[in-house]
């Protein structure tokens, strides 16, 4: 049962910049999270039903995030890419996921 899809990634170069988005049936409070490769996936960044928002240290002032409720999307500016930021990035509801979407590659090279 997809409910939430995102889309955005791609291919940059270190010092780049992506805007993911998230589509589907937002909650009270989202999440994006990042899985690199041969980790667990970790929560970067949240935000609550009426904006409120809370980064990881390691994207904080790099990284955006924003909702557009009417919409139903979430987005994630990120900006000043790094290598790190590698991997695959998804939306969820916080604290409690729901079902996983595929979510969406990034790849930043050196």
């Known amino acids: 049962q997809v409910q939430l899809v995102e889309s955005g990634g791609g291919l940059v170069q270190a010092g780049g910049s992506l805007r993911l988005s998230c589509s589907g049936r937002l909650f009270g409070i989202m999440g994006w999270h990042h899985q690199a490769p041969g980790k667990q996936r970790e929560l970067v960044a949240t935000i609550t039903a009426v904006g409120s928002t809370n980064y990881a240290d390691s994207v904080k002032g790099r990284f955006t995030i924003s909702r557009d409720n009417a919409k139903s999307t979430v987005y994630l500016q990120m900006n000043s890419l790094k290598p790190e930021d590698t991997g695959v990035y998804y939306c969820?509801?916080?604290?409690?996921?729901?079902?996983w979407g595929q979510g969406t590659q990034v790849t930043v090279s050196s």
């Open positions: 969820n509801r916080f604290p409690t996921p729901d079902y």
